[in-house]
């Protein structure tokens, strides 16, 4: 039986004031066809499906158009509120493509293309002839189709072994050269048309050889590299060959070696077997891989900062040997701006020193290294990945004690098969603020398959405000938001004369791609831009509304806390809490097939602060398929999607169709609530507003979370599993299984 929270506010007309004011009055005598601004990308038979719009009359309906010449068959309507959300049940029979098209009386909308390809990134942003990458993104490989990617209009070889309906593993055709920009495409074969990917690539000519096994798409360019050896401890060219033998300085050996092998057309530097000292800088060149014995084998023991240093090179790489900090809190090595390097099978033993900046590096993979920071004076993390694309990191063993592995503005990267520990054995009252993996403004990401666990765990000091496992959050001192009132608009600009510009939150000279501006009430609600360029008052969008905004037009500018991201078949346990995406902008996310073990739950929060200029809102994410367990009376299990008005008065929707599905809990026994924050009070699934400082006593019945779906969800041991308060509208309640035991209305 479904369920329905659509009126959960005296009238509608309180509730939506600022979405209905201002809606075009009708000249002609008939209907306006629907316009679908927002909607679920995936569904399958039986699921019900949710649209947000303008448009949609007083009684919306929808057909699935057939196929192959079968009539259209119309759904069944499960909720509608205000002319601008109506959700459709799909039948238990329905396959492949799902093309949906909403009515207004007998005007019909655009078709809605449920089940096609949704291409968001590549692992690179150069893709080399012959090249292995992958593609990651939403319905790439559907059952019974064969999907197709093109590069630069030629197709690619799929290995379909090695790809599921969120990654696609490939490899590029052999005929592509050497161009600046080129297209990349996947069509998943359903019949619903290509996807085209947002950001050109570069691309290369190449052999299609991997001899450093990276498994990326430039790989070929390290081929000459490879051929070219020089030794470093016996070559005869070199005044300072290195000893390796504990007791020898060997950093001006090493640096020889290097600058040798670079002026002669770049070669890889090959150290011996044992234990090599760096009292100096040691700087990295172009075109150079430094190789050890293996690590342990061949040990480079620093005392001095920065033992190894690269800044702006290109085609540069560190494998098989250990790094070791042999003189406490000293800076580490450090890699920025740089292009095409790697980090393969080598143990970085941070040893309590700063920890390492390897920062806005383009094309970079860490692939089966170790970075291991034990606890330390300066609570110092283990590395900062800050504002690198085209970023592999995989395979890799992390132990640390203090901070957090930062991977803050990351884009057009992927995070795979890791094995990140949490070290609290002799650290579990730190004073410091401890997270597991940080995605902080981060864009077209893809986290997956890997373990993210305690050391010396669970974690159980319950007066620490931290502990998140995966954690995207806004704020910190580099502010990105900004709210106003639509002035004019045209179809590619917004304009406010009380605007106040912050396009350049990390201090780059440019627009951050991933800024963005989305109406969050009157005409237009939903619609998202990225912003290309401003002039005084008036800001430029990407591509134009499909709803021109006007007077009645609230909106919200900001960096996205994280969009175009997957977060998929993690393991994560043992932390204080499980993923939260934190009081932040969210686009585009699905978590989904997660498992959490005694280590919290999963928390949306988004965010009203008018004295802040904030409003963090949510669209198209995905909470699928998770499990999450909780039975040793620590923490809560939940999943909890809550919008945070912190003053008055309300400014406009906070999340729109966020999808909760088939989601298993086990909660404690008895039930453990330690937080109402995080939990809302409950074990079980959430969705609800929560008022704080001025707004407490204030109305709490203005619609914040619309139309949000939970279906064919489990809670066992749950007091109160799925809780439904106040500020949540058109809420979807179907299929929860009788493990959830009760259902409190506002």
Known sequence: MVKTWARLVPTLASVFWWMLASW???????????????????????????????????????????????????????????????????????????????????????????????????????LAAGGKFRVFGRNLLLPGYTPVVKVDGWAAAIDGAASDENMLVATAPLRLGNKARIAVSVDNGNGTGASLMERPIASASG??????????????????????????????????????NGSQDDSKGLQEAIDLANATGGGTVWLPEGTCRLSATVQLKSNVVVQGAGPRRTVLAYD??????????SLAGLRNFSLRNVAGTIESALLQKSDRVFFSNVVFEINGGIQMFLTENLNVVIDHCEFLQPKNPRESGPFVLSGSAGLVFTHNRVVFANGNPNFGGVHDAYVGDNHISRDVRDNQHSKGVVHSLTLDFAHRVAVVNNVLDVLGGPIVNKRRNDGETILTEGGGGNRTENIGYVKAATALTLTDPDVVHKVRPFGAGEIPENY???????????????????????????????????????????????????????????????????????????????????????????????????????????????????????????????????????????????????????????????????????????????????????????????????????????????????????????????????????
């Open 516 to 746: 963005a501006v989305a109406i969050v009430a009157g005409t237009g609600t939903g619609q998202t831009r990225r912003v290309v360029g401003y002039n005084n008052s008036t800001l430029t969008v990407d591509h134009a509304w499909d709803i021109v905004p006007d007077a009645s037009s609230h909106y919200a500018t900001f960096v996205w806390g994280l969009e175009k991201t997957l977060i998929k078949g993690n393991t994560l346990s043992q932390n204080a809490r499980g993923i939260w995406l934190y009081q932040t902008a969210v686009k585009d996310v699905d978590i989904v097939s997660n498992t959490i073990t005694e280590g919290g739950g999963i928390y949306l929060r988004t965010a009203q602060s008018l004295k802040d200029r904030l409003f963090t809102p949510m669209y198209g994410v995905k909470v699928a398929n998770n499990t999450i367990f909780n039975s040793s009376s620590e923490w809560p299990s939940y999943i909890h999607l809550a919008f945070v008005r912190m003053d008055e008065p309300a400014f406009g929707l906070g999340a729109i169709g966020v999808e909760i599905r088939a989601n298993t809990l086990q909660a404690n026994r008895p039930n453990v609530s330690l937080n109402e924050e995080e939990s809302g009070g409950v074990e079980g699934f959430v969705v609800r507003a929560r008022f704080e400082g001025e707004s407490q006593g204030r109305s709490k019945n203005q619609t914040r979370l619309l139309g949000t779906i939970f279906q064919d969800n489990q809670c066992t041991d749950c007091n109160v599993g799925l809780l439904v308060r106040e500020g949540a509208q058109g809420t979807v309640l179907d299929g929860n299984a009788n493990s959830v035991t009760d259902l409190q209305k506002p």
């Open 207 to 244: 052999d299609g050889k991997d001899p450093f096994g990276l498994g990326v798409g430039w790989a070929s360019a390290f081929s000459g590299i490879a051929s070219r050896v020089l030794l470093a401890a016996s070559d005869q060219r070199l005044q300072r060959p290195v000893k390796c």
């Open 304 to 313: 001095a900062n920065y033992p190894l240093l690269g800044r702006g090179v």
């Open 24 to 126: 075009p009055m009708l000249t002609h005598a008939g209907p306006t066809p629907p316009i679908v601004i927002n909607s679920a990308q995936s569904a399958r038979a039986g699921d019900i499906v949710g649209f947000q719009g303008a448009a949609f009359g007083e009684s919306p309906t929808a057909v699935l158009e057939g196929v192959n010449g079968s009539p259209a068959i119309p759904l069944e309507r499960v909720n509608t509120i205000a002319d601008i959300w109506a959700s459709f049940r799909l039948p238990a029979t329905a396959s492949g493509a799902l093309i949906v098209r909403l009515g207004n009386g007998d005007a019909l909308g655009a078709p809605i293309k449920l089940n096609a390809a949704t291409a968001f990134h590549l692992d690179t942003t150069q």
